[in-house]
């Protein structure tokens, strides 16, 4: 490390922001300027303060050809952060990527056969999956969380303080010649811990499924700093039904990597070196750097060129004075006429940049009240808290609202669902029609109820309730009113 000059960064951040997109097929001379064009489209930023680039993750030929791109924005001030880092490690910045194409990069080439593999990237405070089939990227998923809740639940179990957190990480890492978890940690300690990271990852799975069915996933395959983590991979196999492997496990990556040790940790350094994606501003861009080091090469001829050069001026100028002293004068007074008209270019720049914001403004609005976006924003919730049990039988859009016929397995479970859905931010209202008990052919018996649900803000998120009448009816003091009149008889 000592004889290290350059380094390659691989980020990891919720400031990155990612959009996957579709163009007609074009040669990749064009893609930029296409992309450009319409960056403000895919990003609702200043782009003035965002570097923006893309990787081709697919081009699909024939009669309709798309190419399928991923385009990133990376703020420009991250990036110069790096480049400060760098230069105070006495490093060059060779290359700037993101950890997801970094990891791509590394396992598309180790040729699994069989289906879609799903890699998941396991850490302590995020988590990245890949959906990844003949080498061709289909979907990947960031999560803010990992396994971060189970280690400081063990941390607190065993009296541990911040000083003993890299312990912890050995002590519940069941490859390790210090793991002791399973004597501290039990089973309904694991599934509070890892619950929500393993929910995700089914989640994923769910939505892959139900948009690729012919293309279904097969096996998933953890990696990361702690995809050995107690519990981790019997419990997402068990909740998945797939197959689940380490990373470590499978002879291609141990060809791939030469058997290195570990090296399924460090996956995202690792395929950072390979394709890395273009994250460096132009005005931080290596060869810009470059040219400005080694204009000390040039100097001496430079210095000698110019000489000759001046030289030449002076006795040009000799014979020319007369007309340059009437230029100078005339250029003195273009100045003080531009200078005098500095202030309207100040004025129609703001001007521009109102109506740029007023438009954009009127643009989300009229996009915020389309019943599309309340249903995408409907669903969307729907799949993150709604657990995996329940069955949506059938499902009536209408511009206000969603009607469902929903199956579940007791009438305790129709009761969370209600009460789940009273809690959405999408939703203004929840109306619950008939309830009954049906069985099914094979002698099951499930739970049925009819939701009706009524876009718009939750009333309750603002502390509203919307039967406050019927509760409180007119007339009759509320709480927080007896409470003020009792405090006021009291203060007399």
Known sequence: LHNAKNVVFALSSSKIAVREIKLPYMKE????????????????????????????????????????????????????????????????????DSSGNSQYQALRNLGLKGGVTIYADINANSSIVSFIRDGNLLLQRTFAFGTEELISHYISDTGKDGDGYLSALRETDVTSPEFAADKVLAPEDLQEGLNRLVSGIVRSVDFFNSNHRENIA??????????????????????TGLETLFLDDIPEFAAFTGGADDAATYISCIGSTIAPLNLIPPSLQPSRRHSDDNKDATVLPGVIACGILIACAIGMAFFSLSRCRSAANRLEDIKEEIAGLEY?????????????GEEAVKLVAEESETPNSKLVAFFE??????????????????NDGVSMNITVESYTDAAAVVSELRGFESLSDIEVGGISRTENSAGVERVALTVYCKYGKNPYLNNINPYGDLINPSGAPSDSQEQTRQSGGAGQ
Not at 381 to 398: F, G, Q, V, W
Request: charge should be neutral.
């Open 381 to 398: 919730e729907l799949e993150k808290k709604m657990t995996s049990s329940i069955l949506i039988l059938s499902a009536d859009c209408t």
């Open 29 to 96: 001379k064009y893609l930029s300027k296409a992309i450009y064009t319409n960056a403000e489209d895919y990003f609702p930023v200043d782009l003035k303060n965002y570097h923006i680039t893309y990787t081709i993750l697919e081009t699909v030929s024939g009669p309709s050809a798309f190419m399928r791109l991923l385009v990133l924005a990376v703020p420009v001030s991250m990036a110069e952060g790096y480049f400060q880092l760098a230069e105070k490690a006495g490093l060059s910045v060779k290359a700037i």
């Open 344 to 356: 309207t270019e100040k004025i129609y720049e703001s001007y521009i940049s109102y109506q740029k």
């Open 218 to 239: 097969s096996r998933i395959v953890l990696m990361g700093s702690n995809r050995h983590i107690i519990g981790l991979r019997e419990m997402i196999a068990e909740a």
